[in-house]
């Protein structure tokens, strides 16, 4: 068992759904992780994601940026696990608790690891629609390595930094520690 990091990309925008309410409508493209146990960077499509499920079930926790409110609505269709009772950190989530507002991952990788995203949902849904999947996989890979090192940033650290649009750069404190193998939490039979 252990931590895994997740993004997800979709084929399509809520534009092409009818909003911002029907995530189920939006479709995976590609799932991409990062494995601590196998210490590997691994990418899912649409047909592979039954193996993506049996990893999320072994993980001691999954960790993401909005994860829970955006990737697992998505995914869910997918899926038989409910996503949403795997042991999570959702570092959006967590950041918006104590900030009481959302900041962006770009934001997050800019202002902490003087680093940026590659680009935002769009250019991927641009690069799944012209058939471009080993672009689509290098630009969500990405993601998940700007999220796990932002993770691990604060998981050393104990906070990140942020560039607000509401009040400039700023720094949140944050609580959580990367997981021993013997602290797998307890849950019940999925």
């Not at 959702?90 to 900030?99: G, M, N, P, R, T």
């Not at 009481?100 to 641009?126: E, F, N, P």
Request: net charge negative; glycine share 8%; proline share 3%.
């Amino acid at each position: 068992m252990s931590e895994i990091v997740l993004d997800l990309e979709t084929k399509k925008s809520f534009d092409d759904v009818g909003g911002r309410t029907n995530f189920h409508l939006l479709e995976v493209s590609l799932v991409g992780v990062y494995d601590y146990a196998s210490d590997r960077f691994m990418t899912f499509q649409e047909h592979q994601l039954g193996e993506l499920e049996k990893l999320l079930q072994r993980a001691q926790r999954i960790i993401g940026f909005n994860t829970k409110n955006f990737d697992y609505a998505v995914l869910q269709p997918y899926v038989a696990t409910n996503l949403k009772a795997l042991p999570s950190l959702d570092i959006l989530e967590e950041i918006a608790k104590i900030l009481g507002h959302r900041v962006s991952l770009d934001s997050l990788a800019t202002s902490t690891l003087k680093m940026q995203k590659s680009g935002d949902g769009l250019k991927a849904i641009r690069l799944y629609r012209e058939g471009k999947i080993d672009e689509l996989a290098d630009y969500c890979l990405q993601d998940v390595r700007l999220t796990r090192d932002i993770y691990e940033y604060g998981a050393t650290h104990g906070k990140l930094m942020y560039e607000s649009r509401y009040g400039g750069p700023g720094e949140v404190a944050v609580t959580w520690k990367r997981l021993a193998p013997s602290e797998a939490p307890l849950r019940l039979a999925l």
